[in-house]
Structures are given as structure tokens and as C-alpha cells.
């Protein structure tokens, strides 16, 4: 974690639960992808019906979403360093996200199968 130098242990510990969360993602999707039917539904704010339907490819638009949050957040946080608790935030609110991303991703897998 040395390359990031974020500040506290705090923040490292946010990026490094946040990275897991993408690594299970990857992992789960992987693990599922063969037994997910042609279509899957992603976009629950949708009517019910078609438009709710993706390729079960789309899926990895989760936890790609969640990589490119972080690394954002860590740019981001370059510029923060002087307000700690902006980049507790933003370090905390990505992890949320991913944690999210990750209760989303299990629960339209769980539904299909």
C-alpha cells in the first residue's frame, strides 16, 4: 500500500475492503457465467420486461464500475490531502459503493438460479 500513500490506516483499510469487493465480483461472475441464461436483468429502475434484460457480459459492468470509483477516489484524494475527513468520505463512500455493487450482483445471480 505504499505506492497509494494515503493518509491513516483508515483509508488504506477502505481501498483494500473496496478492492476485495471487486476481486469477489470478478470472481463470482466468473464462477456463474456459464450456468446465467441468454439475458439477465440488470436495470431494475426499468418497466419490468425487455428493458430490464442485458447479456450476462453486461454483469461485469459492476465490478468494473466499482474499479473505476476507486481509482477515481484516489486520484481525488491526491488533491484532498489536506481535509482528512473529505478523504474518509470519499474513501468510505466507495467501499459503500462496491459493497452495493457486490449485494447486486449476488442477489440477480441468486434470482436466476
Known sequence: ??????TGSL????????????LIMGGI???F????????????????GERQLVSPSTLLF???LSLVIL???????????AYSFLVNVLFWSGTLFSFLALIDLIKIITTIL
Open 33 to 48: 457465467y456459464r450456468q446465467l441464461p441468454p439475458q439477465v436483468p440488470l436495470f431494475y429502475s426499468l418497466p419490468w
Open 62 to 64: 459492476l465490478p468494473s
Open 71 to 81: 481509482v477515481i477516489n484516489v486520484l481525488i484524494s491526491r488533491f484532498l490531502m
Open 11 to 22: 483509508n488504506n483499510l477502505a481501498v483494500i475492503i473496496s478492492f476485495l469487493f471487486i
Open 29 to 31: 461472475f466468473f464462477v
Open 1 to 6: 500500500m505504499k505506492l497509494l500513500k494515503l
